[in-house]
Every structure is written in structure tokens, then in C-alpha cells.
């Protein structure tokens, strides 16, 4: 079971590796000293995280490549560049107590990936379904990367994986450092992408209004959440659902860094890239050029809808305002560094597309993005007129409803000075326009994205979910701004606005904290407190590229939707098919294909198999190992047992049987 203690040491060492990168490349970029040390922690994740990637898969994963990889983009940073003095030391920066309070805030988030010990044995968080991917970061620090599929071992399958695994790399890193579980480094992983984040939109709300008041607002914004509860409250539940549609993961910072950090950890990349394109602009340079390839690269390899879709529709967004704005260093200079750190971006994330390409080929279906409006209306109002209302809907209801305080204040403070006059003169202030009209245009096209733009692979809309938060970062730093400003200048009606904003999304905030710290109680808990016993037999009996058999609905009940969570938390070894869930991410089959052969497993585990079945298991799907428990519908009805096809390895009475193939095993896929 996961250790707080070694998810603490994950955090230091990620903290110490990745700020200390972040930081020597802050200090010589053209961020300003005030910005330098809020942006090193997510700017360090971005750089050390593309370089060890590329490093790992070159000369292997290892104790080495991690450090070296830090090593190498420092001491670059350091040739290229000296460290600036774009401001007098007298000047206003963020106080360090308040990143002790943002690291405290950051503890929500991480609270749902930690087990919950009770007297009626381990419960978690509703959240742990989607930190499931636990099974990648063990794949990589078991055998390295390239990552092979820990999900499906199917004939005809990709040896590799599709999916935007690189804050998994990460968190991998940290496992690989201090010896942790993937688990445990998935815990110190998502607190320090709510961390980096949190000091991210803390610096931003800085640069927007130069007082330690203003970050403080954005810290307590983030810890809101929706206005669903208090209108439950005011007007019922069955009230509601007819008005609007139910919640999804279209939501706030805490849900979202709860639920899929990756998707914050791309933001924020986005958000940073944004910035650099505006220096870009302003002082073309190579190192600016170099991060900028690296930093939109992390991105893309975080998230494919948020650094992939979003920022590419943003960044198009950007260049263009920039361009119009007037580029102070030259606009071939500047259309020609982001050209190159395009190109370069494209060629590190080259792998990832590869995969995506032959995973889109053996899915089949049409195009992964379509536009089509946000569903936001109930049943209250159906058929094309629900329809065509959705689209103000979005705006003057959804938005107001999931993200009160961001989108309160937020646009009050940013678009009016991101429309006012560039002046000739005072360099200092042309800068801080074009920065600003950069983040009003990367805002405005992040919420567009979520509001027209639907995924179609999975059963999820991930892009319209996610392709907001970019947006969202940066119109709660402008809100906390906005907050601070108004009460700096004592307008206490736009003050008490947000303020009433702000008490009446805490109800959604305390919800999400409450359920991150308490879990959710399952009849399970009592058997899933003895299942790391189960797994550390099952590993005795199965190399480390070996394929284990295990039922994909096993614990299904102590998750929002069933999955071995068991087998993604614990197993630590592949899987031949972890289930239709996972398998929709991970597994590139298409939806007949994968329906088949869930009810494959589902007939084995429930006593059901055919002898086709068996051998199926062995001979199509390369199970080396078979896990059968009590609670498994062929504990009675045991397959296995007078199968010619498997041998019993070993046995505890009446809690699980663990049986290996007599086949000759199938050669470990390799990507």
C-alpha cells in the first residue's frame, strides 16, 4: 500500500530537481525577476522532463539519464546566457510565505491519490479512477522507456502506447530516484503539479496587479469550486436537472488537479509558451527559441487536447495579435524563431505522433475532433431550440455556474488592458500590453475550444473537458487581480461581487476536499487492504515483462466506473486486458472489438470459459499468469484447474489461486 512517508520524499525530490532547473533557466530568460522564481517549478517540470525523455530513450532510464538530463539543460542555459537584471532589486515580489500556503493548498489535490486506512480495511478517493495510469509509471521504471503497452497484449496490438504519457515519465523519475511505488510517485506527482500550478497563476496575478494581496486571492479562488451545490440548495436537486445538464469534468482547478493533473500540467506548459512567444517577439534569441520547442513539446506530450488542439488553435491566436500589435524585434525575426521551435517541438514529440497515427489506423472511425456546440441545456428545453440556445448558454450560464470566480472577475480585469493603446515609448509598458493581449487571445480561444470542439475518441468529450483550463489560469490570476484592485481602490460594489462569488462557490470547493480526504466507502475495503499480499505472490511467479490475467472487474466497486484497481495500483506487471475501461485510452481497438473481448474475460472470470476461451488467453493475448480470487465467479467454477493450459503455482485457501501457462510464453512485446 501506497506510504505517505515515500510519497513525501517523491515531493522533495521533485521539488529540488525540477525548481532548481526552472530556475536557472527563469533567471536568464527575459521573464522579469518577479516571475522568475513562480514560473521555475512548472518551467523546470517542462525542460528536465522533454531532455530525460529524449535522453531515456536513448541511453536507457536510469539514475544517470534523470540527472544527467537536468545537468545538460542547466549547463546549456548557463553557456548561452547569463542572468538578467531585467528589474531594480528593490522591487515587489511574491513573499515566501506565500508559497508555503500555495504547497499547503496543493495537498487537496493529492489528498484523492492517498489510501484511506479505516477500521473496515482501505477505501479511496472517487478521483483514483483516473490516476488508474499508476500501471504506466511502474511500466517505465520496471523496463524503461520506450513504453510498451502495460494494458492489452492482443495479436496485431502496437507494441507501444498512444497516449500523452510524459508527467507519467515524470512521476517515474521520482519513483526511479527514491526507490518509491508508482503510486507513491503518482502522489508526490500530482501535488507538485497543483503546487507548480498554483505558484504559475500566483505570479500571474502578480504581474497583473503588483501587490502579495493578489496571488492570495488567487490561491483561496482555487480552492472553489461550482455554484451546483448552493442551487441544489435554493432550488432542489430535480429543479436543476431539468435547467441543466448534469456535471462532467468540464470544472474548476481542484476538480481538475484531482482528477487529471496531466491535463494541468499542459496548461500550464501552454500558459508559459504563451509568455515566451511574447519575448519572442519582443528580444528573439535562441535560448528563448529553444525553451519555447521545449516547453510547447512538454505540452503536447502532457496532453494531446490541451497542448496539442487548444495550443495550436491559441498559438495561431497569438502570432497573429502579436503580429498586428507591431513586433518590436522584427517580424521575420519572430515569425521565423517560432516557425523553428515549431519544427522542433514537432520533431521531439515525433514518437508520440507516430503512435497516435497507427492507434487512429486501428481504431478506425472518423476524424478524433468535430465541431459541435457544448451540451449545456436540461430537458427543460430539448430539440433544436435547446439546441440552438446552448450556445449563450455556455456563456452566460455554464461558465458563470462551474467557474464563478474566474469568470466574475476575470474578464472585467483582463480585456481592458489588453484592449488599450500601445504607447511609442516606455518599453516596460509595451511589454506588459503584449503580454497581456498574449493571455486575453490564449483565454478566449481556450474557452472557444471547450465550447465548439468535441473529442470522439473514448466515450469522453477530453477536449471540451480540458481546453478550457488554459483559460482558466489565466482568468483566475486576472480575477485575484481584479479582487485585489478593487479593494485597493476601495470600489467595494465590484469587490463584494467577487467576494460573493467566491463564499458562495466555497460549498463545491469543501465538497471535493472533503471527498479527496475521506474516500468513498466500499464493500471492498476489507479485501482490498489484503490485496498488495495477493500481488506480491502474483510477482513471484511472473517475470517482469510477463502478462498477468486478473478479472477487469475485480474492486470494481471502490471506483465511479469498474476497473482492476487493484491490478493499476499494485500489480506492478502488465496486464493481457485490463478492461474496457482503460482499454478505450490505451488499447487501440475499436469499440466491436473491445466489447468482444470484455465479454471474453467476463465469461472466464464468472466460471464461463470455453476451452476456445483458454486458449485464447495464451495463445491471442499472451496471458503468462492467471489470477483467480474468492470473489471471482470461477472461484466455484474453476476453468483452470483441469485446463492442460495452466499449471496451479500457488495457492491461499479460500482467497486466491495464482496458475501459470504451460504454453511456451509469447516474446515479450517491445515498442
Not at 511574447?278 to 502532457?302: D, I, N
Not at 465469461?603 to 499468469?625: I, K, M, N
Not at 492467471?626 to 474453476?638: H, I, K, N, P, S
Amino acid at each position: 500500500m501506497a506510504s505517505l512517508y515515500s510519497a513525501f520524499a517523491c515531493a522533495i525530490a521533485g521539488l529540488v530537481l525540477w525548481t532548481s532547473v526552472g530556475w536557472v533557466f527563469a533567471r536568464r530568460l527575459p521573464l522579469g525577476r518577479a516571475l522568475a522564481l513562480p514560473l521555475a517549478p512548472a518551467l523546470g517540470w517542462a525542460i528536465q522532463n522533454v531532455v530525460a525523455l529524449a535522453l531515456s530513450r536513448a541511453v536507457g532510464f536510469s539514475f544517470a539519464a534523470i540527472l544527467g538530463a537536468a545537468a545538460l539543460a542547466c549547463g546549456a542555459a548557463l553557456l548561452v546566457a547569463a542572468a538578467r537584471e531585467d528589474e531594480p532589486d528593490g522591487r515587489a515580489s511574491i513573499p515566501i510565505w506565500m508559497y508555503a500556503l500555495a504547497a499547503l493548498v496543493a495537498l487537496g489535490p493529492a489528498l484523492a491519490v492517498l489510501p484511506k486506512f479505516t477500521t473496515d480495511g482501505v477505501i479511496l478517493a472517487p478521483a483514483i479512477f483516473d490516476h488508474s495510469k499508476v500501471a504506466l509509471i511502474d511500466q517505465m521504471v520496471r523496463e524503461g522507456v520506450p513504453l510498451a503497452n502495460p494494458v492489452f497484449g492482443g495479436d496485431g496490438a502496437p507494441a507501444g502506447v498512444a497516449y500523452y504519457y510524459l508527467w507519467h515519465f515524470g512521476a517515474a523519475q521520482l519513483a526511479r530516484l527514491t526507490g518509491a511505488t508508482g503510486w507513491e510517485a503518482d502522489i508526490a506527482a500530482t501535488w507538485f503539479t497543483a503546487f507548480s500550478s498554483l505558484c504559475l497563476m500566483s505570479g500571474l496575478a502578480f504581474g497583473f496587479h503588483r501587490r502579495a494581496i493578489a496571488p492570495l486571492f488567487a490561491l483561496v479562488a482555487c480552492a472553489t469550486g461550482s455554484l451546483r451545490p448552493v442551487l441544489e440548495a435554493l432550488f432542489g436537486q430535480e429543479a436543476l436537472d431539468r435547467v441543466l445538464r448534469p456535471a462532467t469534468g468540464f470544472a474548476g482547478w481542484l476538480f481538475q488537479s484531482s482528477w487529471s493533473p496531466h491535463h494541468v500540467t499542459a496548461a500550464g506548459c501552454v500558459v508559459i509558451a504563451t509568455l515566451l512567444m511574447v519575448h519572442l517577439a519582443l528580444r528573439p534569441s535562441a535560448l528563448v527559441t529553444a525553451v519555447l520547442a521545449l516547453v510547447a513539446a512538454a505540452g503536447f506530450q502532457s496532453s494531446i487536447w490541451v497542448g496539442g488542439v487548444a495550443f495550436a488553435l491559441a498559438g495561431v491566436g497569438v502570432v497573429l495579435v502579436l503580429l498586428c500589435s507591431g513586433v518590436p524585434g522584427g517580424r521575420y525575426r519572430f515569425l521565423a524563431a517560432v516557425v523553428v521551435a515549431a519544427l522542433i517541438a514537432a520533431g521531439i514529440a515525433m514518437p508520440l505522433l507516430i503512435e497516435q497515427y497507427h492507434a487512429a489506423l486501428a481504431r478506425g472511425g472518423g476524424s478524433p475532433v468535430v465541431i459541435e456546440p457544448y451540451h449545456v441545456l436540461g430537458p427543460a428545453f430539448s430539440g433544436i431550440t435547446g439546441r440552438i440556445l446552448d450556445l449563450p448558454a455556455y456563456w452566460l450560464v455554464l461558465l458563470l455556474v462551474e467557474f464563478p470566480v474566474a469568470f466574475v472577475a476575470g474578464p472585467v480585469m483582463l480585456w481592458p488592458l489588453a484592449l488599450r493603446r500601445i504607447p511609442q515609448e516606455a518599453d516596460d509598458i509595451v511589454a506588459r500590453t503584449l503580454l497581456v493581449r498574449a493571455l486575453a487571445v490564449l483565454a478566449l480561444v481556450s474557452v472557444c475550444s471547450s465550447w465548439l470542439l468535441v473529442s470522439t475518441v473514448g466515450d469522453n468529450n477530453d477536449l471540451g473537458w480540458r481546453a478550457i483550463l488554459p483559460g482558466l489560469i489565466v482568468l483566475t490570476a486576472a480575477g485575484a487581480a481584479g479582487a485585489a484592485n478593487s479593494l485597493e481602490r476601495r470600489a467595494w460594489s465590484a469587490f463584494a461581487l467577487v467576494l460573493a462569488a467566491t463564499i458562495a462557490a466555497l460549498p463545491a470547493g469543501l465538497v471535493i476536499l472533503s471527498g479527496n480526504l475521506a474516500g468513498k466507502p466500499s464493500p471492498s475495503a476489507a479485501a482490498f487492504a489484503q490485496a498488495p499480499a495477493m500481488w506480491r505472490a502474483v510477482r513471484q511467479h511472473a517475470r517482469p515483462d510477463a502478462r498477468v490475467a486478473s478479472n477487469p472487474l475485480l474492486f470494481g466497486d471502490m471506483t465511479p466506473w469498474p476497473v482492476n484497481i487493484s491490478w493499476a495500483l499494485l500489480a506492478d506487471r502488465r496486464s493481457c486486458f485490463a478492461g474496457n475501461e482503460l482499454a478505450i485510452a490505451f488499447a487501440p481497438l475499436s469499440a466491436e472489438r473491445r466489447a468482444e473481448i470484455s465479454d471474453r474475460f467476463a465469461r472466464v472470470f464468472d466460471g464461463q470459459a470455453s476451452d476456445t476461451d483458454l486458449r485464447a488467453l495464451v495463445g491471442e493475448y499472451h496471458c503468462d499468469v492467471v489470477l483467480l480470487t474468492v470473489r471471482d465467479g470461477a472461484w466455484q467454477r474453476d476453468p483452470f484447474a483441469a485446463s492442460p493450459l495452466f499449471r496451479l503455482a500457488e495457492a491461499r485457501p479460500g482467497e486466491w489461486r495464482i496458475y501459470v501457462a504451460t504454453a511456451p510464453a509469447a516474446p515479450p512485446a517491445s515498442p
